[in-house]
């Protein structure tokens, strides 16, 4: 519960939590357009010579990893959330 | 047993789960109807977020897409990368802020009754064009496989939409959903196995697309490359030339996936902020269970319809007319496959005779006048069960499945529209002090008006029905995406901002998409032809939204700047929507 104090003014602790999560969501998002953007495309050119099973590495990212990479983003995302609401007891 | 018993067996067995799950989940308050009572579990509205999400023209035409080749790798990503910006940087908020709608957010948090009411226009726009296709293709799917006419069966869609939706509301519509993923899911992947094990002997076509191919012993890419190249085609997976574009349109379609409201709404009937965020999570699972088969199926299926047109190999004799097996013929008469023997040797000649050096070479030296055989794409999904050879109750499943899909995605949508009427526009805006009761009764009718102009619209589609991609995902990625994001991330975005900010991002959006595709979508009234040499910096009209997108948050910080601070009130209602 939020307490009527917090509401209205944050406190250091509060800076802390929502820094902490910009700075999560900043690596997250850098993944997120490496593995897509990145591999998937601009750097496609420069990675043929990499092969996975017939597929060159940019072409498998397009279509496959940028995918997985996606997933695993998210549930990272989820999983280090639910730590940082812990650490500062902010969980609802 | 005929194909058609069949195949009503596993629509009509479909529909009756449907209809159970509809009584079951009657909607008694209007939180029951908008939101589900916010009871979901992460991983059901995970689900209805996938069934949601995986329309019918995913579920018929995305593998026949992607088998273009690698420059619709657009839409993989696109389509998948979106749920990383919602899990981030949107659903967990918009969770904590605990509203029932999109223009509900908007207007609370830039406390302006004219921020709501331009973004229940978007959302209109936006859910209305995409709902005409949904209806369109149940409507399609039913005439395939039932032997009714299309009308027809968009209007018994129609009939089972009402019942799960006028009821239910989100309830319903959630629950429903997680059945009809379980369909979809199903008949999408149970034949894309069935392939894979056929063409490369690997249960998981995940697998299969980077492993060997069974009759040659090359892995399949390359044999795929090889033959579509003896036939003059490109490399399948050939680079592109014009990455600008492709990068363009991937973040168009990334940001419009964020920004399409009948999927935000779903992040609304979670219990809790960390369901939110885990839900996306399950949401992208569910997701990309299709979208990581759809490219192996898509690359084995081109592979088997050349095999099948080749049985011998490319460089050897193509197969007689005659001796095709029946399903050709049954395709050729709905049209999406056309042969025309144009050079009286009774065999298909099926090559790319756009290759002016492959027409002068190979087609001259083997006698081809012409490529024989024309391929609507939508055929790889459609007839694969057929051209592989599978067993009958696959047709009929992948019969329910297109169903399902259609079905599950028009009352997502559906509900959007229906409740920013409701909510939005009847509630907040003309009658403020109706009761629960009456805006539950308002919210039925909406939906009941809702499915009638969607089914008067699917039986007679306006021109910018096609423009689903355009249109949608660059409004949404325009306007919607950026007045949510800085509505959490810029407390300093005032109304005047807001408001601004989407009126530039979604004109610019829409003007540059009217001057190539028509003003109003009306054939012959574009402003310039569209074909890449007349785009501005190569930008099609497909990939601007993202322009739009970056128009609208450089004029709402501009405007929000130039005018005064929020009030102290409402940039402490921003900083709570931060903390769970």
Redesign the interface.
């Known amino acids: 519960m939020?307490d009527k104090q917090?509401?209205?003014e944050?406190t250091q602790r509060?800076h802390e939590?929502?820094a902490a999560?910009l700075r999560?969501?900043t690596g997250?998002?850098i993944i997120?357009a490496t593995v897509?953007?990145g591999f998937?495309?601009?750097l496609?050119?420069y990675l043929m010579g990499i092969s996975?099973?017939?597929?060159?590495l940019g072409?498998?990212f397009?279509?496959?990893g940028?995918?997985?990479t996606?997933?695993s983003?998210?549930?990272f995302?989820?999983y280090k959330?639910?730590k940082l609401?812990k650490e500062y007891g902010?969980?609802? | 047993m005929s194909q058609f018993a069949i195949n009503l067996i596993f629509v009509a067995g479909s529909f009756l789960i449907y209809t159970k799950i509809a009584i079951w989940a009657r909607a008694k308050t209007t939180r029951e109807f908008y939101i589900a009572g916010g009871e979901v579990k992460p991983v059901f509205n995970g689900m209805a977020t996938a069934a949601d999400w995986l329309s019918a023209a995913s579920f018929i035409s995305v593998a026949g897409l992607i088998s273009v080749g690698y420059v619709n790798s657009a839409f993989i990503m696109g389509w998948t990368g979106g749920y990383v910006l919602l899990a981030t940087l949107l659903a967990p908020y918009l969770r904590r802020f605990g509203k029932y709608t999109v223009p509900d957010f908007v207007g609370s948090r830039y406390d302006s009754r004219a921020a709501r009411l331009v973004a229940v226009v978007m959302l209109i726009v936006i859910s209305l064009t995409y709902v005409i296709g949904q209806m369109t293709g149940a409507g399609v799917a039913f005439a395939r496989f039932l032997e009714v006419s299309s009308t027809m069966g968009l209007v018994i869609s129609a009939v089972i939409v009402f019942f799960y939706a006028v009821l239910g509301g989100m309830k319903g519509v959630t629950y429903t959903q997680v059945a009809q993923y379980i369909v979809l899911i199903l008949a999408f992947t149970i034949p894309a196995i069935y392939l894979s094990l056929q063409m490369t002997g690997n249960f998981f076509p995940q697998s299969g697309f980077v492993g060997n191919h069974v009759n040659s012993g090359t892995p399949l890419l390359h044999k795929l490359n090889e033959v579509v190249r003896e036939l003059g085609f490109r490399d399948y997976t050939a680079d592109v030339s014009n990455k600008w574009n492709m990068f363009l349109f991937t973040l168009t379609l990334m940001v419009g996936t964020a920004g399409l409201p009948h999927v935000i709404i779903r992040f609304f009937t979670v219990p809790k902020v960390a369901d939110a965020r885990w839900s996306a999570g399950w949401a992208l699972v569910f997701i990309a269970l299709f979208y990581t088969t759809a490219p192996p199926l898509a690359a084995m299926a081109r592979l088997n319809l050349v095999e099948t047109i080749y049985p011998q190999g490319t460089e050897a004799e193509s197969v007689a007319y005659e001796n095709l097996p029946d399903w050709f013929r049954t395709w050729e008469q709905t049209g999406l496959l056309k042969f025309e023997d144009k050079n009286n040797d009774g065999r298909i000649q099926f090559y790319n005779d756009q290759n002016a050096e492959f027409n002068d070479t190979v087609a001259a030296e083997r006698g081809w006048e012409g490529n024989e055989l024309t391929v609507n794409n939508d055929i790889l999904v459609l007839a694969l069960p057929e051209i592989a050879n599978m067993p009958k109750w696959i047709i009929g499943l992948i019969a329910a499945g297109g169903i399902a899909s259609a079905l599950s995605t028009a009352s997502g949508l559906l509900l959007a529209i229906s409740s920013a009427v409701s909510h939005d526009l009847i509630k907040n805006t003309l009658f403020p002090n109706i009761s629960d009761k009456k805006e539950m009764l308002a919210a039925r009718i909406s939906m009941v008006g809702a499915i009638l102009i969607a089914t008067w619209l699917g039986i007679n589609p306006p021109g910018f029905a096609a423009q689903t991609v355009a249109l949608a995902f660059g409004m949404a990625a325009s306007s919607i995406f950026p007045v949510l994001l800085m509505g959490i991330f810029f407390k300093r975005i005032n109304a005047t901002g807001a408001v601004a900010g989407m009126v530039a991002g979604a004109g610019f959006t829409l003007t540059y998409i009217f001057s190539y595709l028509g003003w109003f979508f009306i054939p012959g009234t574009n402003t310039f032809p569209n074909s890449p040499e007349f785009w501005i910096l190569g930008i099609s009209p497909l990939s601007v939204g993202c322009i739009g997108a970056f128009i609208n948050f450089t004029v709402a910080i501009g405007v929000s700047y130039a005018t005064s601070e929020p009030s102290a009130e409402l940039q402490r209602m921003v900083q709570r929507v931060r903390y769970p």
Do not use: T
């Not at chain 1, 996975?52 to 060159?56: F, K, L, M, P, V």
């Open positions: 939020v917090k509401q209205n944050l509060d939590y929502w999560n999560l969501i997250i998002l997120w897509s953007y998937g495309l601009l496609r050119p996975i099973g017939g597929a060159d072409f498998w397009a279509q496959q940028a995918i997985f996606f997933l983003l998210i549930f995302y989820g959330m639910n609401d902010l969980e609802d």
